[in-house]
């Protein structure tokens, strides 16, 4: 089973941006793809972005346009690229294997 692990998280003023890693402790070729969650305090976990092994990629309406998914030059490495934040983005921030593997999550906040 694949192992994941996020980093990036931290303290931005709205309109900043910050980059999030999740680093899988297998070949992003073997299994389908990875996405990005979301949880803010109070509210279920939501969808905010994923990429599959072809290079797909989707993201929730919310940060279309702002987020940009994609692989990181490390291997097995899928960075979100995050502009243009808003205080809505505040949130924990966890990597999924498009299944049920789960990291242990990154903490955004913007705040100014």
């Known amino acids: 089973q694949v192992q994941l692990v996020e980093s990036g998280g931290g303290l931005v003023q709205p309109g900043g941006s910050l980059r999030l890693s999740c680093a899988a402790s297998k070949s992003l070729f073997s299994i389908y793809g990875l996405a990005w969650y979301r949880q803010a305090p109070g509210k279920q976990r939501e969808f905010v972005a994923r990429?599959?092994?072809?290079?797909?990629?989707y993201y929730a309406a919310s940060v279309k346009g702002r987020f940009t998914i994609s692989r990181g030059n490390a291997k097995n490495t899928v960075l979100l690229q995050m502009n243009s934040l808003k205080p809505e983005d505040t949130a924990v921030y966890y990597c999924?294997?498009?299944?049920?593997?789960w990291g242990q999550g990154t903490q955004v906040t913007v705040s100014s």
């Open positions: 999924n294997d498009l299944g049920d593997v």
């Open positions: 990429i599959t092994n072809d290079d797909s990629t």
